[in-house]
């Protein structure tokens, strides 16, 4: 979380998806907990993570959730001093869409420290126009660069709409672990449509053990290809 960060080595491996910021949501009990979990990631080979906690706008107070995301930072920030060894440290915040979301005073303030990137959770079912509308303002009225979580989740007809859209999506490292679907996954990797994979780590128990299935169905070149989007998602200097 440093203000200048150096440039990062050709295709550093970054979780962009880690529920990870003590004591924010359900995924991460206190400092101790965010400490393990970021020695797995660092055991896993990750240089960077993106620490995100829910947002969900029709429950939650929106100042609360930036004040709890404000005090994780400040805890995640301590344990990084602590051990330079720990993977970097992005915070953001996990936003489930609902019709409107756009005219939220201070939208921007959801977006990974640093960045114009918001990670966007779509809701389940199925999706009204109102609601992909929203997705549009939120991208062409507020400039936001809006990244689809966990689009593996979802009726895979609605989500190849909104990335033909132009809306890349994160993967997480477990959809390559599925029996079924992981060659439409490749699939989208190859058009360039997934910009960032993650752990969506909640806890120590599954950790990052299907990274590598990941890594095996995507193959060196996609996987490398991806991390060097996540870097430039999060504004990180590529060094060819
Ligand atoms: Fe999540």
Do not use: S, W
């Given at each position: 979380m440093s203000s200048m960060p150096p440039p990062v080595k050709h295709a550093m491996m970054i979780?962009?998806?880690?529920?990870?910021?003590?004591?924010?949501?359900?995924?991460?009990?206190g400092s101790d907990m965010a400490q393990a979990q970021l020695t797995l990631a660092r055991d896993a080979g990750m240089g960077a993570l993106v620490a995100v906690s829910h947002y969900y706008p029709m429950r939650d107070d929106f100042a609360d959730h930036l004040r709890r995301r404000e005090r994780a930072a400040s805890k995640l920030q301590a344990i990084a001093a602590a051990d330079a060894s720990l993977p970097r440290v992005f915070c953001g915040s996990e936003v489930t869409l609902c019709?409107?979301?756009?005219?939220?005073?201070?939208?921007?303030?959801?977006?990974?420290s640093r960045t114009n990137a918001l990670l966007v959770e779509m809701p389940s079912g199925k999706w009204s126009t109102k609601l992909t509308d929203t997705l549009e303002r939120i991208r062409y009225e507020r400039g936001l660069d809006i990244l689809l979580a966990h689009?593996?989740?979802?009726d895979a007809a609605d989500v190849e709409q909104l990335l033909m859209g132009g809306y890349p999506c994160q993967l997480n490292f477990?959809?390559?672990?599925?029996?079924?679907?992981t060659r439409r996954l490749r699939t989208w990797a190859q058009k360039g449509w997934v910009h960032a994979l993650g752990s969506?780590?909640?806890?120590?128990?599954?950790?990052?053990?299907?990274l590598p299935k990941a890594q095996k169905v995507l193959g060196r070149q996609l996987t490398e290809e991806i991390w060097m989007q996540s870097a430039r998602l999060l504004g990180l200097e590529v060094k060819k």
């Open positions: 979780d962009f998806h880690a529920h990870v910021q003590p004591g924010a949501d359900h995924g991460c009990t019709p409107g979301l756009d005219r939220l005073d201070g939208l921007e303030n959801l977006c990974i689009a593996e989740r979802y477990d959809a390559f672990a599925r029996m079924f679907g969506d780590i909640h806890g120590v128990q599954v950790g990052y053990k299907h």
